[in-house]
């Protein structure tokens, strides 16, 4: 009995796994005075709307909300981080401000929001450039940790913590 249990708890996480490995970006936490640091970056103020595009365990979205006092959505693709981020919104206090949705991050309303956070791969970014481009309002702000837009030249670049960069990109009053 064991021994089958033990082979199908092995097949899951080798499903989960080899699923996770063809995501356009892996799983990898962003350390949290990172986070705070392009929360700063993007300058993010009391009732705005944050979007965490690919928001893995929530951290952004959890500490947007409780130390920014900001209203804060993630976007997740894999429903185990996201049971883990609804959690940890829960357990924070601030489910009421927050909003972790199972989804996939290639089509979310951007209708609306004030800043988008990117921590993905190159690839990733390239696909989302086009739509956040042409879907978010003037004067919305994009940090994009380690990887840049391509072509788009940042308004400012921080540092994180590991000393890599933080890309703060805003959308222009006229396209
Ligand atoms: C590098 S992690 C960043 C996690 C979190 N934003 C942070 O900085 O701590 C990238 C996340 O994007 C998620 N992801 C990848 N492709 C996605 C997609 N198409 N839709 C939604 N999430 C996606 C992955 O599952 C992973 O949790």
């Known amino acids: 009995m064991i021994l089958y249990l033990g082979i199908a708890l092995s097949a899951v996480i080798l499903l ?8 356009d970006a892996l799983w990898q936490p962003t350390d949290r005075m990172t986070v705070r640091r ?3 970056l993007a300058l993010v103020k009391e009732g705005e709307h944050v979007l965490d595009l690919g928001c893995g365990d929530g951290r952004f ?13 993630g ?8 049971l883990w981020a609804r959690a940890w919104t829960i357990l924070a206090r601030v489910s009421s401000r927050t ?16 800043v988008v956070i990117l921590f993905l791969s190159p690839m990733a970014n390239c696909k989302l450039q086009e739509r956040l481009r042409c879907e978010l309002k003037p004067g919305a702000r994009i940090v994009s940790y380690y990887h840049p837009l391509w072509g788009w030249e940042p308004e400012e670049i921080g540092v994180a913590k590991n000393g890599h960069p933080l890309y703060l990109y805003r959308i222009p009053e006229e396209r």
């Open 61 to 73: 979205v959890v500490i947007a909300a409780r130390e920014f006092a900001a209203c804060a959505t």
């Open 75 to 82: 976007i997740e693709v894999d429903p185990a981080r996201v």
């Open 99 to 114: 909003r972790i949705v199972w989804g996939n991050m290639y089509v979310a309303d951007l209708a609306g929001v004030d």
């Open 16 to 23: 989960w796994v080899g699923w996770n490995l063809r995501l």
């Open 38 to 40: 392009i929360l700063h």
